[in-house]
């Protein structure tokens, strides 16, 4: 059974004396479901769940008046035991996106103290035409990922102490034992191929199967293009399935800004903005934006018409390339994707440290990949596939541009030179 982070967000949330209905936000197989019900099973004598796509007869509870008198007679008639204890009782409304009067009813239901409320979803960005009234304020919100690194290393055997052991040499800035390091380089890379879709990870290390692990991944992108025939409005289900199957061409160009005539030639933002925008909502992709300059605040430097798009799940991008290329991921040989892919698990990373991604690009000769904030300090990321640790770049950010340092993200071991740290690819987890 996987150990997944939210379960202390959970447990954090319900021994919160102010807390309102909880929403969980994520893309599809993810594990909301599972960690949720796992979660109520756990913490409540009474949980009660109902999923508005396999028991379509609970939108009734929601179809006339939202005051909560009403909702909770509603729900009797269709649970006749229901139990309503303070601080005892659940209700956890799964798939909520499919019922939108029952996010509407989470803002009358937050005055509600007989039962505690946790609803998720996929997609819960996409339906907004059809919220009659969205809960803002009523509502508290976590947005949950697929496995991060970490939670990869613990199912995959590696446990807290040894962890802890990359982070001290993280933090007193010591190399790894070269034994230490070539073990959390391995895991790095089956990291990479693998990526973080529950299924995917627990088949894994029950199996150590690639092939399995592929199969599982590619009918998961079926289900993601399936997805856009099923919620995409219109037009744009051609345009956002177009826009999806793009990301690894975007990414293998040398200049990986995204451009709309990859989708199709003479393709415009006018025309795909807003499919790929649709994407984003779905939490199927990332963007990452070009600063105007590398200076803080960085949301106020950044420029909302230049950007790259990243995968969400690095392992599923992976899948979405021709046959072999698991293999070359695990002996270091990718071709045009090498870079792609470890930019890509980076983005991954910081996505789920809940960090916005952004990137510098002033010319041709100066791209730095990521620039992040530490403490009050814009700090440069540059992300190597091999451990050549040179990088003309990041050396001109740091001198001439009033960056405080700068990191470089390789395969090889930790160093510092000056106001530039190189450190394994494994080590941004810490960043």
Same mark, same amino acid.
């Given at each position: 059974?996987?150990?997944r982070?939210i379960e202390?967000?959970?447990?954090d949330?319900?021994n919160?004396?102010g807390?309102?209905?909880?929403?969980v936000k994520?893309?599809r197989?993810?594990?909301?479901?599972?960690?949720?019900?796992k979660f109520?099973?756990?913490?409540?004598?009474?949980?009660?769940?109902?999923?508005?796509n396999?028991t379509p007869?609970?939108?009734?509870?929601?179809?006339?008046?939202l005051d909560t008198?009403?909702?909770i007679?509603?729900?009797?008639?269709?649970i006749?035991?229901?139990?309503l204890?303070?601080?005892?009782?659940?209700i956890?409304?799964?798939?909520i996106?499919?019922?939108?009067?029952?996010?509407?009813?989470l803002?009358f239901?937050a005055?509600?103290?007989?039962?505690?409320?946790?609803?998720s979803?996929?997609l819960?960005g996409?339906?907004y035409?059809e919220?009659?009234?969205f809960p803002?304020g009523?509502?508290?919100?976590?947005?949950?990922?697929?496995?991060?690194?970490?939670e990869?290393?613990w199912a995959?055997?590696l446990?807290?102490d040894?962890?802890?052991?990359?982070?001290?040499?993280?933090?007193n800035?010591?190399p790894?034992?070269e034994?230490?390091?070539?073990?959390?380089?391995?895991?790095?890379?089956?990291y990479?191929?693998?990526g973080?879709?529950?299924?995917?990870?627990?088949?894994f290390v029950?199996?150590?199967?690639?092939?399995?692990?592929l199969k599982? =991944? !590619?009918g @998961? *992108?079926e289900?993601?293009?399936?997805?856009?025939a099923?919620?995409a409005l219109g037009n744009d289900? &051609?345009?956002a399935?177009?826009c999806?199957?793009?990301?690894p061409?975007?990414?293998?160009?040398d200049?990986k800004?995204?451009?709309y005539?990859?989708?199709?030639?003479?393709?415009?933002?006018r025309?795909?903005?807003?499919a790929l925008m649709?994407?984003?909502?779905?939490?199927?992709v990332?963007?990452?934006?070009n600063?105007?300059?590398?200076?803080?605040?960085?949301?106020?430097?950044?420029?909302?018409?230049e950007?790259?798009?990243?995968?969400?799940?690095?392992?599923?991008?992976?899948?979405?390339?021709?046959?072999?290329? =698991? !293999?070359? @991921? *695990?002996?270091?040989?990718?071709?045009?994707?090498k870079g792609?892919i470890?930019?890509?698990?980076? &983005?991954?990373?910081f996505?789920?440290?809940?960090?916005?991604?952004?990137?510098?690009?002033?010319?041709?000769?100066?791209e730095?990949?990521?620039?992040?904030?530490?403490e009050?300090?814009a700090?440069?990321?540059?992300v190597?596939?091999?451990?050549?640790?040179?990088?003309?770049?990041?050396s001109?950010l740091?001198?001439?541009?009033g960056v405080?340092s700068?990191?470089?993200?390789?395969?090889?071991?930790?160093?510092?030179?000056?106001?530039?740290?190189t450190l394994?690819?494994?080590?941004a987890?810490?960043?």
């Amino acid at each position: 059974m996987l150990k997944r982070k939210i379960e202390h967000q959970l447990f954090d949330w319900k021994n919160n004396p102010g807390k309102m209905p909880l929403i969980v936000k994520g893309a599809r197989q993810v594990g909301k479901t599972f960690s949720i019900e796992k979660f109520c099973k756990e913490n409540y004598k009474y949980s009660y769940f109902i999923d508005f796509n396999q028991t379509p007869n609970f939108k009734d509870v929601f179809s006339g008046n939202l005051d909560t008198k009403t909702i909770i007679k509603n729900l009797t008639l269709e649970i006749p035991d229901l139990q309503l204890v303070p601080n005892e009782t659940v209700i956890f409304f799964d798939e909520i996106q499919n019922c939108p009067n029952a996010r509407t009813a989470l803002k009358f239901l937050a005055k509600n103290e007989d039962f505690d409320i946790i609803a998720s979803g996929s997609l819960l960005g996409i339906n907004y035409k059809e919220v009659a009234s969205f809960p803002v304020g009523y509502t508290d919100h976590l947005e949950m990922h697929s496995l991060d690194f970490e939670e990869f290393c613990w199912a995959s055997g590696l446990n807290a102490d040894g962890l802890s052991i990359v982070q001290e040499c993280y933090i007193n800035k010591t190399p790894m034992t070269e034994s230490g390091h070539k073990r959390m380089l391995a895991l790095f890379n089956e990291y990479v191929v693998v990526g973080g879709m529950p299924r995917v990870v627990q088949d894994f290390v029950d199996n150590h199967n690639f092939g399995n692990v592929l199969k599982i =991944q !590619r009918g @998961i *992108i079926e289900n993601y293009t399936d997805d856009i025939a099923k919620y995409a409005l219109g037009n744009d289900k &051609a345009k956002a399935r177009n826009c999806f199957l793009s990301v690894p061409k975007q990414l293998a160009k040398d200049y990986k800004k995204f451009q709309y005539s990859v989708v199709e030639k003479g393709g415009t933002s006018r025309k795909f903005g807003g499919a790929l925008m649709w994407l984003y909502d779905a939490g199927i992709v990332n963007f990452c934006y070009n600063l105007s300059i590398p200076e803080l605040p960085l949301e106020g430097n950044s420029k909302n018409s230049e950007f790259k798009a990243y995968m969400r799940d690095t392992g599923l991008l992976v899948s979405m390339l021709e046959d072999g290329s =698991q !293999r070359n @991921i *695990i002996k270091g040989n990718l071709g045009i994707y090498k870079g792609a892919i470890y930019e890509n698990i980076i &983005a991954d990373i910081f996505t789920k440290q809940n960090k916005k991604l952004y990137y510098f690009e002033k010319t041709n000769r100066l791209e730095v990949d990521f620039i992040i904030r530490q403490e009050d300090s814009a700090v440069g990321v540059e992300v190597k596939s091999g451990d050549n640790t040179k990088s003309k770049s990041i050396s001109s950010l740091v001198g001439f541009w009033g960056v405080d340092s700068g990191i470089k993200l390789t395969s090889g071991n930790l160093g510092v030179a000056g106001k530039i740290e190189t450190l394994p690819l494994y080590m941004a987890m810490f960043l």
